[in-house]
């Protein structure tokens, strides 16, 4: 089956910096790639995803890139904010074949 | 816009015992999924059903079942409960032609003592 890693675990931006994580998936087959965000005991909310057949998207602040080549997509979000301070879970599926396998989470904490 | 409602929102029990938490999809989505996340962990997929038929399998227990009835809400059976078990368990729908943006409900979080 799929298996996604996440890397850093945990990230600590100065606020109005840069924030990056990076996701590695095994399933070469993985066509879809949402990014989810999570504040402590609330449900994933999404916040962006990219479909295999783009490389990057943007909206706003936030942007993702994939690599299909490398198996390799990621998180970027610019000018942080307090606001952004949450776990971050990216996570690969193959669309028509529903479910979501998560990467293990990045912590993401904003230093005003 | 309606989302994905879950009930009940927190629930506590003893071991050994049993416990059924509900899912209600938003309107006209055809697929739903259990996740359970235990602190500090990533969202473990269970089981999901589409148009009612059970399509995918995960890291469901033997002692875990459940089902998608004719109003296309879904419950989820825990039996024989263990303190393991405690959790958030999500629910999450999506519709098919719409390719997987699946939209999670608030979860209920079932703590065993």
């Known amino acids: 089956g799929e298996n996604v890693e996440q890397h850093p675990s945990t990230l600590s931006v100065q606020e109005g910096d840069s924030a990056v994580i990076k996701c590695t998936y095994s399933?070469?087959?993985?066509?879809?790639f949402p990014w989810y965000k999570q504040e402590l005991g609330k449900r994933p909310q999404l916040i962006i995803d990219?479909?295999?057949?783009?490389g990057e998207k943007k909206d706003q602040r936030i942007a993702v890139t994939l690599n299909k080549t490398a198996k390799h997509f990621s998180l970027h979000i610019t000018e942080t904010q307090p606001e952004d301070s949450a776990v971050y879970f990216c996570?690969?599926?193959?669309?028509?074949?529903?479910?979501?396998?998560f990467g293990t989470g990045t912590r993401l904490t904003i230093i005003p | 816009a309606a989302g994905v409602i879950q009930s009940p929102r927190h629930l506590i029990k003893e071991k050994r015992e049993t416990a059924t938490l509900k899912c209600y999809p938003i309107?006209?989505?055809?697929?739903v999924y259990w996740y359970q996340q235990g602190p500090g962990q990533d969202p473990q997929f269970l089981i999901s059903?589409?148009?009612?038929?059970?399509?995918d399998k995960g890291s469901i227990p033997d002692r875990f079942s459940a089902q998608q009835f004719s109003d296309y809400h879904s419950e989820l059976n825990m039996s024989s409960l263990e303190l393991g078990d405690s959790a958030l368990y999500f629910c999450?729908?999506?519709?098919?032609?719409?390719?997987?943006?699946?939209?999670f409900g608030a979860g209920s979080r079932l703590t065993v003592l």
């Open positions: 996570a690969a599926s193959i669309v028509g074949n529903e479910k979501l396998t």
């Open positions: 059903f589409y148009e009612k038929m059970q399509s």
């Open positions: 399933d070469s087959a993985s066509n879809y």
């Open positions: 309107p006209r989505h055809d697929t």
């Open positions: 999450a729908s999506s519709l098919r032609s719409g390719a997987n943006v699946l939209t």
């Open positions: 990219i479909r295999s057949n783009v």
